[in-house]
T-cell receptor, first 114, second 114 residues
Framework: EPEVTQTPSHQVTQMGQEVILRCVPI?????FYWYRQILGQKVEFLVS????????KSEIFDDQFSVERPDGSNFTLKIRSTKLEDSAMYFC????????????FGPGTRLTVT | AQSVTQLGSHVSVSEGALVLLRCNYS??????LFWYVQYPNQGLQLLLK??????LVKGINGFEAEFKKSETSFHLTKPSAHMSDAAEYFC????????????FGSGTQLTVLP
């Protein structure tokens, strides 16, 4: 069964460093998403991406964040200058272009900023 | 704006007992509703969804949920709990317009006692 994959599973970085989180969505899906879950809090929407551009973003997704689909399979989230409060589990998801667009999630990347 | 409330951050049931996890939503337009399950150290797995039509929807692993518009509820049930059901369960809503972001509840941790 096709699934969303994410690498790395755990990333530790120092405050101020840039990180790139990688995702491989399900191959025939057209919409891609990033969510994050700070420990003990809700899963929060960050951004959605369709047709090589951002279609929606939340207030959390400020100028330090960017997304890219550099090739036909990968979808990345870049955080330019990490802060302590960026420590969270980051989930990638994808969905088809039809129907209610149920989203299929990857296993997540745990980002720890020290 | 849409929101989701899950009553009870922790629910414990005995093996073989009924599982009932509560979810109430608010949405200004007809919603799409989802339940996701998260096992330890894993991503979010789609359990079931409501889009339109039949208000009682069945999902994987014997779970079902009923959409009640008058009560703005989408409670998750399973007649007989199994030890393997122990996990965190998230209710999520998406409005039926063009926006595709999911809004999640805060989650309910289900413990199944032997």
């Amino acid at each position: 069964e096709p699934e969303v994959t994410q690498t790395p599973s755990h990333q530790v970085t120092q405050m101020g460093q840039e990180v790139i989180l990688r995702c491989v969505p399900i191959s025939n899906h057209l919409y891609f998403y990033w969510y994050r879950q700070i420990l003990g809090q809700k899963v929060e929407f960050l951004v959605s991406f369709y047709n090589n551009e951002i279609s929606e973003k939340s207030e959390i997704f400020d100028d330090q964040f960017s997304v890219e689909r550099p090739d036909g399979s990968n979808f990345t989230l870049k955080i330019r200058s990490t802060k302590l409060e960026d420590s969270a589990m980051y989930f990638c998801a994808s969905s088809t272009g039809t129907g209610p667009y149920e989203q299929y999630f990857g296993p997540g990347t745990r980002l720890t900023v020290t | 704006a849409q929101s989701v409330t899950q009553l009870g951050s922790h629910v414990s049931v005995s093996e073989g007992a009924l599982v009932l996890l509560r979810c109430n939503y608010s949405s200004s337009v007809p919603p799409y509703l989802f339940w996701y399950v998260q096992y330890p150290n894993q991503g979010l797995q789609l359990l079931l969804k409501y889009t339109t039509g039949a208000t009682l929807v069945k999902g994987i692993n014997g779970f079902e949920a009923e959409f009640k518009k008058s009560e703005t509820s989408f409670h998750l049930t399973k007649p007989s709990a199994h030890m393997s059901d122990a996990a965190e369960y998230f209710c999520a809503v998406r409005t039926s317009g063009s926006a595709r972001q999911l809004t999640f509840g805060s989650g309910t941790q289900l413990t199944v006692l032997p």
